[in-house]
């Protein structure tokens, strides 16, 4: 159920709709503010479902007919505007207006409207939606959403109710990855990567992923234990994977640098080959500052780097100075 799901991740959001629903308290408008990914749009559903829900419990039960209907977009009154890639035209709020201007349909008499990326509203639209939401219905709830509160309407930021979304930590996309039965190490190490859910189990199935996985495993093992051998297993492992060489080498660098940090904070792996990784790291004479200079160097050149293999050679000219 995404209600507790709200809880886990934004406890101060979920806490402060809830004290709103139970004291039937609600702000006619509301402002989602946060990072994509940070679940602003399903919050807004949420919120929508709690004001119609036939079983609710303070927040809706996300099962019964009026929930499925609004998560289906097949709710007569809630109206959800999302345009990612263009401007919100003033047609779209005048249709809004128009429609709202009439009762309710449905049953529970409610009407709501969700405006995702509120800020992409050009002057008109939001001109026009300001005389709607200065003189709100009594039965009409708005929600604002977007990523960039620095564009929104003033007027909307100050007749609205902020809630601010925090990104979400690495410990809940790490549990989330589990959940979908993938590997503990691939599970850290995109944990550390992603912003989104959605981004999680696609980069798990990503090959140049796992391949920079399977390289920096071998690399490392070798690297801690003898130096030379583990430059000539990197060179070979790149030059025979010509296919996505960019991307293998931008995981390898990736990986290694988050194996570092790792190694700095004392981490406790659950994968056997990674938490060996580190204790051998701790066991040898391992120069962190020196070698995380070193890959550093090479992740910020790689974008510009015209030859990958070029690139890596330059990285172990540079870890044999270390």
């Known amino acids: 159920m995404f209600r507790e799901i709200l809880e886990t991740t934004q406890p101060v959001v979920y806490q402060t709709l809830k004290n709103a629903l139970e004291s039937e308290h609600l702000s ?6 946060g990072d994509k990914g940070t679940h602003k749009l399903e919050t807004s559903y949420l919120l929508a479902q709690s004001l119609v829900c036939e079983n609710k419990d303070v927040f809706a039960c996300e099962k019964c007919a009026s929930c499925r209907r609004m998560k289906e977009n097949n709710y007569v009154d809630l109206i959800c505007i999302d345009e990612e890639d263009k401007n919100i035209k003033v047609e779209l709020i005048e249709n809004l207006q128009q429609r709202f201007d009439k009762t309710a349909l449905e049953k529970a008499g409610k009407k709501i409207f969700i405006i995702n990326n509120c800020e992409k509203l050009t002057t008109k639209a939001a001109n026009s939606l300001l005389k709607f939401i200065e003189e709100p219905s009594k039965n009409t709830t708005g929600i604002f959403i977007t990523t960039q509160v620095d564009g929104v309407l003033p007027t909307i930021v100050s ?5 601010n979304f925090k990104p979400l ?12 039965n993938i590997d503990s190490l691939s599970a850290h190490l995109i944990s550390a990567f992603v912003s989104r859910e959605i981004d999680i189990v696609p980069l798990s199935k990503n090959k140049s992923f796992t391949k920079g996985i399977e390289i920096f495993c071998e690399f490392m093992q070798k690297f801690l234990i003898d130096r030379k ?33 790792d190694y700095l904070n004392d981490f406790e792996s659950e994968d056997d080959t990674y938490s060996n990784l580190l204790k051998l790291a701790k066991k040898s004479n391992f120069n962190h500052s020196g070698i995380m200079n070193a890959f550093i160097d090479s992740r910020t050149s790689l974008n510009k780097a015209a030859n990958g293999l070029l690139l890596i050679d330059q990285l172990i000219y540079k870890l044999l100075e270390v």
């Open 159 to 163: 007749r609205s109710q902020t809630l």
């Open 28 to 33: 006619h408008c509301y402002l989602f503010v």
């Open 229 to 261: 051998d583990s430059y000539f297993y990197l060179q070979n492992s790149i030059a025979n994977n010509k296919k996505n060489q960019r991307d293998i080498i931008k995981f390898f660098l990736d990986i290694s640098l988050l194996f570092i940090q």
């Open 169 to 180: 930590n690495k410990e809940y996309f790490f549990k989330f990855a589990l959940e979908k």
